[in-house]
């Protein structure tokens, strides 16, 4: 029997796209995508980020350091954050599981400044009754430290807990765990994978 759902967030419950993130910080220091896509991306900085090794002031004085020029500190965060759309169509999920009395967790591979963005621009992640957050945990996924972190909060044992992410390796991960876990595609495919396990949604 299921009793908490874990739920990844990006490309889950809000789509998001890096190459739009890089341009549009790109656009504040007159560099372009590619640019500050090796800057940040494949120097691995925006991982320290999702790790909690940096704080917002600590990543906005890097960024100027690693452009060589002053950025206002609210531009940068909303140009680095501003690149998520909500996926409208997982909100009747989440209420109805909700309303069938299922514990639902957030476990996601986020910085401060995306989730604070998510929180204040979509009504989402207030649906969810504890949220596992890399930045928090100190690790991202697939490090054992924050699944590690998500078994403390689903306040069930593992094989009642079910997980859905659009990384079958963050998938494969949970399991080993022994949470269940299914890949996320779309929502009607969640709805299907819910269906075979007698939850209908």
């Known amino acids: 029997m299921i009793r908490t759902f874990l739920f990844d967030m990006g490309n889950v419950l809000a789509f998001f796209s890096h190459e739009k993130m890089c341009e549009q910080m790109g656009q504040l220091c007159d560099r372009t995508e590619s640019e500050i896509r090796s800057l940040l991306i494949e120097s691995g900085k925006q991982w320290e980020y ?119 390796d963050y998938v494969r991960e949970a399991q080993k765990r022994g949470i269940q876990g299914e890949v996320f595609t779309d929502t009607e495919s969640l709805i299907a994978q819910l269906a075979g396990r007698g939850i209908h949604i």
């Open 50 to 168: 999702e790790r909690g090794q940096l704080t917002p002031a600590e990543f906005h004085q890097w960024f100027e350091g690693a452009v060589g020029q002053s950025v206002d500190f609210e531009a940068l965060a909303l140009a680095g954050s501003d690149i998520f759309e909500l996926n409208s169509s997982i909100l009747p999920v989440l209420d109805s599981l909700k309303a069938s009395g299922f514990r639902l967790v957030l476990l996601s591979n986020t910085c401060v400044s995306h989730f604070e963005f998510i929180w204040n621009r979509y009504d989402v992640l207030q649906r969810f009754d504890d949220h596992v957050t890399s930045y928090a945990a100190g690790a991202i996924k697939p490090e054992p430290a924050i699944f590690e972190s998500a078994l403390q909060k689903i306040q069930c044992a593992p094989a009642e807990a079910f997980y859905t992410d659009d990384i079958p």
